[in-house]
């Protein structure tokens, strides 16, 4: 299993190489994780720098002295994977961005779709999109990801066509078997660039949603022969496009 990681800031080291991680991700690593002399630690800043470190020490509750020899740098992966997800309801928007995450997705793009039930408006919209944010944040760190996905603005109908239309391959999740729905797993994918997929609503894409994306250059595909929850799939559909990709290889 590789080392458990931690968010830091900065990486700059004291004399000697030392690095003193404290706040509530040294609470966490002294009082939940426990660790101790001698163990293995890797702090990043979600961004693709990072540091693998060796404990020195834990002092009270909240301190972990680690010795850091140097900095990396994680390549930005390619191609590039954009989820665009229409807002569930509920806290099924957490679990989507939680297990899109764990699988390896590279950004989500939050969708007010027509058929939303879920509306993001004022405070209320702000604090969800907090927690979408902290949600992988948290998700990054447990599956050790050095580069954690961006959480974008909410966008709209015609922001996503945009985004479609820039990307080098664009898909638009479909369950309307009768529409002509193409397969995902035996669609033609660029080796880099960037991939947007869109997800939507429990309702369904809207037919004049449909038309936008497709003028923009997205297809319409299905995962196969069932329909999937909005919030499980996006995550089915990354995992598909990583393998295919090569990227889980």
């Not at 390549?75 to 679990?95: H, N, Y």
Request: hydrophobic share 40%; net charge negative.
């Amino acid at each position: 299993m590789t080392a458990p990681v931690f968010v830091v800031e900065h990486f700059d080291a004291g004399d000697g190489g030392q690095y003193v991680l404290d706040g509530p991700e040294g609470r966490h690593a002294v009082s939940v994780k426990r660790l101790r002399p001698g163990e293995e630690v890797v702090l990043t800043d979600g961004a693709g720098r990072y540091a693998v470190c060796d404990v020195i020490a834990a002092e009270g509750k909240d301190r972990l002295v680690v010795h850091m020899t140097s900095v990396s740098e994680e390549p930005e992966p390619t191609p590039r994977i954009t989820v665009v997800q229409a807002l569930p309801k509920g806290d099924r928007g957490e679990l989507a961005v939680e297990t899109m995450t764990e699988v390896g997705v590279d950004a989500v793009v939050p969708w007010q779709a027509a058929r939303c039930i879920t509306q993001w408006k004022g405070d209320r919209g702000l604090k969800a999109l907090g927690k979408w944010r902290a949600t992988a944040r948290e998700a990054g760190k447990q599956s050790r990801r050095i580069r954690f996905p961006e959480i974008a603005d909410a966008a709209t109908t015609k922001q996503v066509a945009a985004l479609l239309a820039r990307a080098d391959f664009a898909a638009v999740l479909h369950s309307d078997f009768e529409h002509g729905s193409e397969p995902l797993a035996t669609a033609e994918l660029p080796a880099e660039g960037e991939i947007v997929l869109v997800v939507g609503p429990e309702g369904g894409v809207a037919k004049d949603e449909l038309a936008l994306f497709e003028e923009a250059g997205a297809r319409a595909y299905v995962l196969g022969p069932t329909v999937l929850r909005t919030s499980t799939a996006g995550t089915a559909a990354t995992a598909l496009l990583l393998g295919r990709t090569g990227r889980w290889s």
